[in-house]
């Protein structure tokens, strides 16, 4: 069946239609400076389109959440929401095959950038049987698929970039097809601007994003100017899903607008400069009031008494008291503790670390010799079935694995001792709770960015079974089955 979406006109007068089922298999990109509408058109799109696809799209601006009262889109404020919750509403979505808007309004660029991690992922990873074909449709891509660092911490980027090259590298298979927005396109990474087979180019001024808007039309660089010189609202199009050849297009209207728009000039307020000046230079009022007192919350006295009957007095200056050797042997108890309590798998070091200190001082620690980023280290070799330091007995592995962030220890660890020690290569879930997830897809793209790094060779034979090489290290696992 094919499925025309017509999107404007061109100079001509003649309707310009996409066809969607090739917009599904070849994907879009979108580009234009701040003002010339691309919002308008993704929304065009959008519009004209709904009942025809499941639409997803990722809004950093809210702007999209319009599409709820008449198109039925389902709004969710990420900002209410947590990672793991945002993960889990994914799947759902791609269950039940749910048009929604993700509304990343309200969060910092970092939160933006996990948030829609966590959310792109879910859809990568949800079951095959769900893999019913879908528009994703990420506004400011450049947010999410920067072309170089940024103020963000380099793990988020990392872990943002990985799932906008999935949906567009990857996501066709799993009926996902990526229509993504930018401002510019020398600020979006390349591999992800690549994967896409269509272009509608907006207004830019710039002389490299002309150049990049140019090259990827198929035109000339002395023809470049032309970007230069459109209007609000009018795109060169050039792709299998709209034309052959580059084609100008007006963008035609749409039936929702956007909670912001465009300022507009208003005439400005007369009033003499005095009354202006008294006004603006008036003492402020006092607006505290004092606060109600606070009610106590009652606890029930045989939960008051069982409480303190289990309480641990903690020592004042017991840390000084304590041989090394033995303090070294407490923090290796504390540690293992928190790794075989099940629920310590999927919670955040900072979390975890608080708990460490409580642990810590209830065994006569008051002041434990490690900090949260040597905590996470050390909780990464628990994980991994190492309770003594890793500093001192697997100093080799550790210098092999200098590349990696401190969270990825633990799975490299390991593959690490199972390898030392001639054991079977540990399964996907295996590697997932010394991860800290519990999603199998987080831990294959795992594994193929350590392999990225040259840490990791792994052999799949005729069985299914597979086998990790360390080859800086010169070891090797057993064959094993990977689920």
């Known amino acids: 069946m094919t499925v025309r979406v017509e999107m404007g006109k061109d100079t001509g007068g003649a309707a310009v239609s996409m066809d969607l089922e090739e ?18 058109l993704l929304r065009r799109l959008l519009e004209q389109s709904a009942g025809q696809v499941q639409q997803v799209v990722i809004d950093p601006e809210g702007d999209f959440v319009t599409l709820g009262d008449r198109y039925g889109h389902i709004a969710i404020e990420a900002s209410e929401h947590s990672e793991r919750d945002v993960a889990r509403f994914a799947t759902r979505i791609r269950e039940h095959r749910a048009s929604v808007v993700l509304s990343l309004e309200g ?29 994703v449709v990420v506004d400011e891509a450049q947010l999410f698929a920067p072309a170089g660092g940024g103020e963000v911490a380099e793990d988020v980027r990392r872990a943002s970039l990985s799932a906008m090259t999935n949906l567009m590298c990857r996501g066709r298979k799993r009926g996902l097809a990526g229509v993504i927005a930018t401002q510019r396109l020398a600020k979006l990474a390349k591999n992800v601007a690549a994967e896409a087979s269509n272009f509608l180019m907006g207004r830019t001024f710039l002389d490299i994003d002309m150049a990049r808007a140019a090259d990827l039309l198929g035109m000339e660089r002395r023809q470049a100017e032309a970007i230069r010189d459109l209007q609000r609202g009018h795109f060169l199009a050039l792709g299998p899903a709209v034309a052959r050849r580059p084609v100008a297009i007006q963008i035609g209207a749409v039936e929702t607008s956007a909670r912001s728009s465009s300022p507009k000039l208003t005439p400005l307020p007369q009033a003499p400069a005095e009354d202006f000046r008294d006004l603006l230079l008036a003492p402020a009022e006092p607006s505290w009031s004092p606060p109600a007192p606070a009610v106590p ?47 310590s ?62 969270d990825m220890l633990g799975p490299f660890l390991l593959v690490a001792r199972a390898a030392r020690e001639g054991l079977p290569c540990p399964s996907d879930t295996e590697l997932a709770a010394t991860y800290g997830t519990s999603s199998l897809g987080r831990v294959r793209r795992l594994l193929t960015y350590i392999e990225s790094k040259e840490l990791f060779v ?26």
């Open 23 to 40: 917009l599904l298999a070849t994907r879009l990109l979108v580009q234009g400076n701040s003002g010339s509408g691309k919002s308008h």
């Open 107 to 135: 969060l910092e660029a970092e939160g933006q950038m996990k948030c829609a991690a966590a959310f792109l992922n879910g859809l990568f990873d949800a079951p095959r049987e769900h893999w019913y074909p879908a528009l």
């Open 297 to 343: 919350a009652q606890v029930p006295s045989e939960r008051l008494i069982e409480a303190l009957a289990r309480a641990t007095p903690t020592p004042v200056e017991a840390a000084p008291d304590v041989p090394a050797e033995e303090a070294a042997e407490r923090i290796a108890d504390v540690l293992r503790d928190i790794v075989e309590d099940a629920e």
């Open 345 to 406: 798998t999927y919670r955040s070091p900072s979390v975890l670390y608080q708990d460490f200190l409580v642990r810590c001082r209830m065994v006569g620690l008051a002041r434990p010799p490690l900090d949260l980023s040597g905590f996470v280290r050390r909780l990464s070799a628990a994980r991994a079935g190492i309770h003594g330091d890793p500093d001192a007995d697997w100093a080799q592995a550790l210098d092999a694995a200098r590349a990696l962030p401190d």
């Open 458 to 483: 792994t052999r799949v034979d005729l069985a299914g079974k597979r086998s990790i090489t360390i080859p800086r290290l010169g070891w090797t696992t057993q064959p094993s089955e990977m689920g």
